[in-house]
Each structure stands twice: as C-alpha cells, then as structure tokens.
C-alpha cells in the first residue's frame, strides 16, 4: 500500500512561500540554458587541440549520460515538486546528514564556477574595453544578475529565457554556416573543408602518435562531463513550475536532440572545417573559424555570447544556491538568516550570501589566480556529487515504487536500476579519469591540477564536511526531536525520519 505525506507537512513544508510562476516557454529555455555554455562555446578548443576528431564520440558517449541523468531527475521530480532538488530527494531517501553533504557540495559547486564565471566576464569584456578595471567589470555583472534574482522566479526565467535565445541562435547560425562551408567544400584559411577532414586530419580519426594516446578521446570524456555542467537545473526550477507534470516530460526528452544538434553537430563541424591543431586553447574554436573565414565581425558576436554564457551561468549559480540553502536552513543544516523570504518568494538571503562569496572569490583570483586555481577546480568534484546524488535518489525511489511504498512517478526512467547504474560508474570513472589526466598534465606535482584535487582536495573537502556536520548535527536533533533517518524503509513509513523541519517557532523566513 503506497504512502503520501500530507501537504504542508513533512518535506512539503520547504515549499512554503514559493510562487509557482515558470511558465513553458522559460522552462524550455532553462533547460536549453543548462545545455549550452562556456563549456562549448571556450573549453571545447584545447579538447579539440589535444584529442582530434574523435572528440566527437566523447561528447556523444558524455551525451547519452547526460539523457540518462535528465530521466532520472525526471522521475524524481515528477514524484514530488521541490525547490529543495537533490538536497530534498536526499533527505527524503537517505536522511538529514546526506541531505546536508549534497547540500553543501552542490553549493561549493555554484560558489566556486560563480567566482570563475564572474573572473570570465572581466577577461571578455577587455575584448572591447581593454582599459576597463576588471574589479568594476566584475561589480556590474554580480549586480545585474543579483537584481534579477532579487526581483522574483519570474525575472530569472525571463532572463534565461532571453539568455538561452542569444546562445541557441548562436550555435544555428553557425550550424547553418558550417554546414554550408563544409558540404560545399570551401577554402577556409587555405584549407579545404569538407567531412572527409574526419579521417584526413593530421593522426587520422583518432590519433595515437605524436603526443597522442590512443585512450586520449576515453580520458577526455572526464573533462567534457563539465560542458553539460548545469543541465540539473531544471531539477531546482521544477519547484517554481506552473505545471511541473507537463513541462518536465518535455523539457528532458528534449535534451537528447538538443545535445545531438548543438554539441555533437558543432563539434563535428569544426573538426570539418579545419585542422584540429588549429583550435587553440583560451580561444574559442568558433572565433577560430569565423576569422578563418573572414568575418570577423562574427568574431565579435560570439566574444559577446561568451559573456551572456558566463552571465546566465552566475544567474543559475545564484537562483539554485539560493534555494539550496534554504532548504539546508529549514533542517537547520545552514545559518538561520538563509530562511529569509520577500514577499514575491525570492529566497533572498541565501542569494545574497552567495553574492558576497563571488566577490570575495573574484578579488583573491584577480590579486593570485594560480593561487585560486587548485580551488577552482574542485567544483568539478561537486558536480559529479551532485550527478552521483540523482542517480542513487532514482534507484532508491524506484526500490520504494516497486514495492509499494510510495506510488510510482508518472515519467520513470527507462532501464532502471541498469541505467543509474550504468550512471554511477561513468562517474566513477570521471574521478579516476581526473586523477589521471592530471598527473599527465605536468611535469611539477603543484602543477598537477586535477590530480591534486581528487587526492588531496577531496579527502579535505570530507573532513570539512565531516566537522561541520559535527557543529550542526546538535541543532539538526534539536529540530527534529532526534530523528534524523530517511522518511521511508523499504517497509514503509520510517518511524526514525524527522516530520517536519518547519514545524518548530517560524521557519518560513518569509519577510
């Protein structure tokens, strides 16, 4: 016999106060918007330098991991409707103290791209500007998208919306161009396009000499999970939805086509038009080709969408964590002040303490960016957290629907548990694939990024965690009245798990 938990009560509470106000055309858009940023726009000319042609089955395997990720999202949401996302699915399946370590590394995730993405925008800028200081460029863009987060859920979707419109129109026109470019053969900088440049290019498809290894396109796979970085989104924007049951379905079916047009299409375009070994690494492969071409005009077009990616990245950053945080607050797993609501149901406070992180992150990059750098990379172990948490909440909700024990989600994923599974261990792999990548990346070990960063960094992150789930444990009980487990065992209702985290004085914060 299945159970519910009634409305207003138990995890349901955490929704108090949000205004259901993400129509269809916005959410569309924000999971377009979650599919398209610096990741393809930038980081896909050093792949391309290093890897070769057969980047383009790294991003399809990476691609189909993604669809996998978005079904399963799917199902969670559709099996209940929260602002709170991974950290509330957490809590529901797993307890307070999951709850709070996907919490906060989702949160170290957002805080530490935030800070990268509002270092970006300074860079960018100088592209037109070059005399302008960057601590001021960083300062107008922090309160733009602080603005249009502070309005309401309404602004945000209206700015990603807009966002998302600059950035797939972007990728078409250039789609259209390419396809144009290379079915006709054209020269392009005294190079003939053409597909055959798949097999003609210099090392041939996949190339295994000459700095090559021919695991190369396998290893770089645990670079590119970082491009499609940000697809959960739709999972933290379901909370708002006019019509989650509707929008949802639509908007992860959609990802699959979205990720074979623009990512897999656009890399197998510039691998076509032009020699891999002329994409370079901190220029983007399009400003590459539309120069080859002649336009640069063009140029300029996609160095301005670099600083709207970068701009619609700080806005999710700053909308997700928000929510994120006050979900931690209603647990008492996060300071108090995150509970604070306005009035058009705008977690605000949480949003502000994010805001205040990004600057402070943005001066200490400007004063040592290789300081910062080993940081800066450990926000990629927190997505692959954040993935990992979504896949392990599907397989639990499905264990639970299939005994009965709660009743089954109307969009279920496809394949589970194999698919999660399946899931799991590309992540898994990602970590190790880092570790590797790293050690090969140079010759000092200080240097050795990625390495650092799953050897040292995430034993550090632990302990971290560890101690402050230690200081907030005490509180977590308090709250609670001592029962911290997960709402439901595989028999049913778990007598252990906390009713209600907003039950106790006024944790709605709403202000």
């Known amino acids: ?38 990741g393809l726009f930038l980081g896909s000319a050093s792949r391309l330098h290093s890897t070769g042609p057969a980047l383009v089955l790294s991003y399809a395997f990476v691609g189909i991991i993604a669809y996998l990720l978005m079904r399963a999202l799917g199902e969670l949401v559709l099996h209940r409707q929260t602002s709170g996302a991974f950290v509330s699915y957490m809590r529901e399946f797993f307890g307070e103290r999951a709850a709070y370590i996907t919490g906060w590394m989702y949160w170290l995730n957002w805080a530490l791209t935030g800070i990268a993405e509002l270092s970006a925008v300074g860079i960018y800028v100088k592209h037109w500007l070059p005399g302008m200081p960057s601590w001021l460029t960083v300062l107008i863009a922090l309160a733009v998208v602080l603005v249009v987060n502070l309005l309401s859920a309404k602004a945000f979707g209206e700015f990603e919306f807009w966002a998302s419109v600059l950035k797939v129109g972007a990728i078409v026109l250039f789609l259209v161009v390419g396809l144009v470019v290379v079915i006709g053969q054209f020269n392009i900088g005294g190079h003939e396009a053409g597909f055959s440049n798949l097999w003609s290019n210099p090392g041939g498809f996949w190339p295994t000499m000459d700095g090559f290894h021919w695991y190369g396109p396998i290893l770089v796979m645990s670079g590119v999970v970082f491009a499609y970085a940000a697809i959960e989104m739709v999972g933290v924007a379901a909370g708002e939805m006019a019509d989650p049951k509707r929008e949802v379905p639509k908007a992860v079916n959609a990802v699959v086509f979205r990720i074979g047009v623009f990512y897999v299409g656009s ?35 996609i160095q301005a969408i670099l600083i709207v990616a970068a ?5 999710s950053g700053l909308y997700s964590t928000g929510r994120v945080l006050r979900s931690l607050g209603m647990s008492k797993q996060a300071p108090p002040f995150t509970l604070k609501m306005s009035a058009s149901g705008v977690p605000w406070a949480g949003i502000v303490m ?82 590797v990548s790293g050690w090969q990346s140079s010759e000092a070990f200080w240097h050795k990024t990625d390495f650092i960063v799953v050897v040292i960094g995430i034993p550090i992150i632990a302990v971290l965690l560890a101690i402050g789930w230690m200081i907030a444990k005490p509180k977590v009980l308090a709250n609670t009245g001592g029962k911290i487990g997960p709402v439901w065992t595989l028999e049913g209702h778990n007598p252990d798990a906390a009713n209600s985290p907003a039950e106790k004085d006024d944790a709605s914060g709403i202000t």
Not at 384 to 404: E, H, K
């Open 267 to 301: 890399i197998l375009l510039l691998v076509s038009m032009l020699p891999t070994s002329q994409y370079t690494s901190g220029t983007s492969p399009f400003v590459s080709v539309f120069g080859a071409l002649g336009l640069n005009w063009m140029g300029d077009v």
């Open 311 to 315: 701009m619609s990245s700080l806005n």
């Open 354 to 435: 994010t805001s205040v992180i990004y600057v402070l992150g943005a001066l200490l990059n400007a004063v040592d960016p290789d300081a910062f750098e080993t940081a800066l990379e450990a926000a990629s172990i927190g997505v692959v957290f954040t993935w990992a948490s979504i896949f392990l909440c599907q397989i639990r909700l499905r264990q639970l629907s299939d005994r009965g024990v709660v009743p089954a989600s109307t969009f279920r994923m496809p394949g589970s548990p194999w698919t999660s599974y399946v899931g799991l261990g590309f992540l898994a792999f990602v970590i190790a694939g880092m570790a």
């Open 1 to 38: 016999m299945t159970e519910t938990l009634s409305p207003g009560t138990g995890l349901d509470a955490e929704q108090e106060g949000y205004k259901q106000s993400l129509g269809r055309r916005q959410v569309q858009m924000i999971a377009i918007g979650g599919a398209i940023g610096t």
